[in-house]
């Protein structure tokens, strides 16, 4: 199918689509498990030429799974180029090693996955590379913290663990134009239901460990670029002078593994959605319940930014009971849904993001954070959404 048609399929067809191999006729990639490969003269005088896209040299720099896994991922993001890498954090750390030098600031949102926001609040800040935190959802205050030399605007499309929604488009408006490049990651949301590049964020970062693997058994990540003010071979640069350097390639495998999830994002996603906002009502009403975050909700703080840019609200939602005892008593009571790290998987997955993934930030930078002790997030899987409230509720029960 040529690209012309191609670009105009539906999501679906767009994500299942693959052209057979055109030496073997196989109607799945196969793997090249393999850490070198053999030069001809044809690739041996391109390398030579400065022409290394797509040639086989060394593992390091790139495998045909991972050329494949790239392309799919332009596919379904609606991007002009793809740079995969070996997780989420290294497509983080490559997107901002490769834009950015020592002098150098970024503005960010509060809530960021934690170990972004480590990276930005303490790494990053050792090569001179300032960050600051506000609300993006407060465009005033964006607009207040840019500086000269604000470089980066960087901000997840659903927050991870808060679901803060932010309005992408005057966000981008007020950072093109003072040339500053806007990066999202989607990781929390997966591209089935929002696409930021068709928002005009330049880049568009995924954790593919999470919704787009979809089984628990392969890390990854990718970084998505549609942007006007970037070189349009942006990706291909970072990808020679930061993720080969940094030495953070995906492995073939794991590209495979991530293209065979690639196929049925839509589907699971569709259902993920439709539980976590049956879920979302039925903690809503629960008397155990503090509070709900999940931004189908017409209570979520930024329901209505939502509703107009995004068609589906996800499959994440975080609910708070009183405490951090409470929370642990009904993560451990749980029979069905699984208390486990990570999220966009098959099977529910639970955790409690103030003692798991936030545990080396302090509780009064969490409290700023809106992150409570008792807060629970909730990854929805594909079990049956009744199962999944009456094992919520013989736990709630227990506190
Ligand atoms: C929002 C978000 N971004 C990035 C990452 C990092 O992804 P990975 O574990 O694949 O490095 C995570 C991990 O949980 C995440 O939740």
Known sequence: MNSAKREKLGFGSKAVYY????????????????????????SY???????????????????????????QMMQIEGADACLATASGMAAISVALFGLLKSGDHIVCDWTTYSSTHEMLDHRLTDYGITTTFVNMADVDAVAAAIQDNTKVLYMETIANPTMKVAAIPPLVKL???????VICDNTFASPYVIRPLEWG????????????????????GTICMKSDILPADFLEQIRWNTMVKLGSPISPFSAWLLLRGIQTL???VERMCQTAMTLAKYFETHPKVNQVWYPGLPSH?????AVAQMPKFGGMLTFAVKDADAAVK?????????FAASLGGVRTTTQIPATMAFLDIPEEQLASMNISQGMIRVSTGLEDAADLIADFEQALAKI
């Open 330 to 338: 009904v993560l451990g009571t749980l029979e069905l849904a699984t």
């Open 19 to 42: 052209a057979p191999d055109a030496e073997t006729q196989s109607i799945n990639m196969p793997i090249y498990m393999s850490s070198s490969f053999q030069y001809t003269a044809e």
């Open 266 to 268: 839509h589907v699971r």
């Open 201 to 220: 964020v330049d880049l568009v970062l995924e954790s593919a460990t999470k919704f787009i693997g979809g089984h628990s058994d392969a890390i990854g």
């Open 301 to 305: 703080p930024q329901h209505d930014i």
């Open 45 to 71: 005088q391109r390398v030579v030429d400065g022409e290394r896209k797509e040639v086989n040299i060394y593992g390091r720099c790139g495998n045909p799974a991972e050329y494949q896994f790239e392309e």
């Open 175 to 181: 950072a093109h134009e003072r040339g500053i490049v």
